[in-house]
């Protein structure tokens, strides 16, 4: 079955009413920031390359008012019934690594550097994009922070800059070497639009996605394998010794003619890497034509092949990830599926789909049931479409 998505209503009344159970008081400021599904163009934002996310209809929720008690941010998580106390001192200290309070003390940490503080504050969060999932759950946690210091100290940064600071708190707090393409959808996202970002210049464009026949369907293996961070900051290190190689400032430059110019001086592993993101940019750039204009079928390949290059060549993908892709493929366009492939970082996490929107329900029921035959897991699945970026819903 189809999960439904709690509307951003919902999720409001749900945090103002936990705000004042939780601390017998009313709050003052309730802001959001979704999670998101790359459509395509994995892992070409550390290339400096191009990216097709989408914001969907899943949020952290923060409700917020100013706290008597000390210089203490008091931060609820009603997800996981966590209650964090964090000191806002000159230097805001980190915790301990995996720390979900890194996240919100590093974005605190930016804002004083630029002399934005809120001071004491009470907040009680909550949030629909799923945990480690690979739709930027941790990305909605810094925007969210992000818009909830702008709302309370009144002063607003560029919608950019502020997606900058964040990726800059993932790095230097949470340890995550990750590229702009999370934070950037979650703070710039367009209802009914995907974003399309050139990483070098991080100049944006609105891609229309509002086809009412056409949506997105996300289904979420549960699984996480480990060795993610790992592998990440190793396939983005690869990518760098191979610019340096073919002597490009960063892989958007190169072609596959200078790569085979290299060959010798490249090993076989570092080739396919480098093929797969001089691929998947010229892919991004084409499905941005197609979906302009409306070439479902051709977008739909795009995914397939995307994927197969993730699997073969950027080596990231992992088997149950192919497994609902390959069931996907076997459902095919008769049966309402356009296309499919792994999204995010990889080696777990989400495949996006693009399908025909009536047939939803059929092909989640499809999916899931092959999906949980062969596995024995069972996995999420939720259909979303473009939503907005991050904004203040009160204050
Ligand atoms: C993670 C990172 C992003 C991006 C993707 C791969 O989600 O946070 O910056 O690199 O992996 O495309």
Known sequence: MLEKNPSLKELFGFVKAGFTEFYKSEP????????????????????????????????????ANRSKKGNFLNWHCAKTNRTAKIELTKSIKKGEHGNWTNYIAGVFAGYQELGIETGALDVF????VPI???????????????????????????????????????????????????????????????LLIDCRTQKYELVPMNDDAVS?????????????????????????????????RALRDANVKQLNEHQNRIDSTVYKRVLHVIEE?????KCVEMIKS????????????????????????????????????QIGVDGGVYG?????????????ALIKTNSAQDIASKLIDGYTKRTGIEPSVFASRPANGAEVLMQ
């Not at 940019?281 to 750039?285: D, K, P, S």
């Not at 051709?298 to 080596?315: Q, T």
């Not at 499919?340 to 996006?352: A, D, H, I, L, Q």
Request: aromatic residues 8%; hydrophobic residues 40%; neutral net charge.
């Open 132 to 194: 480690g999932g690979g739709l930027s759950s941790s990305a909605a946690l810094e925007v969210s922070t992000a818009t909830l210091i702008e709302a309370v100290s009144g002063k607003t940064i560029d919608k950019v800059k502020k997606a900058l600071l964040c990726q800059k708190a993932e790095h230097s707090y949470a340890g995550m070497p990750c590229g702009i393409m999370d934070q950037f959808i979650s703070a710039l996202g367009k209802k009914d639009n995907l």
């Open 281 to 285: 940019n010229e892919r991004t750039l």
């Open 340 to 352: 499919c492939r792994m999204t995010g970082g990889g080696f777990g996490g989400c495949t996006v």
């Open 28 to 63: 003052q400021w309730i802001v959001s920031a979704p999670g998101r599904v790359n459509v395509i163009g994995e892992h070409t934002d550390y290339n400096e390359g191009f990216v097709l996310p989408m914001a969907i209809e899943r949020y952290t929720i923060i409700a």
């Open 216 to 248: 997105v369907l996300i289904f979420n293996t549960n699984v996480k394998h480990k060795l993610v961070g790992g592998e990440y900051a190793q396939r983005r290190k690869q990518c760098e010794e191979a610019a340096k190689i073919l002597g490009v």
């Open 294 to 329: 409306r070439k479902w079928v051709d977008v739909g390949n795009l995914l397939y092949s995307s994927h197969n290059s993730l699997k073969n060549m950027f080596e990231v993908s992992c088997e149950e990830l192919d497994i609902v892709v390959e069931f996907a493929q």
């Open 125 to 128: 969060m909550y949030s629909s």
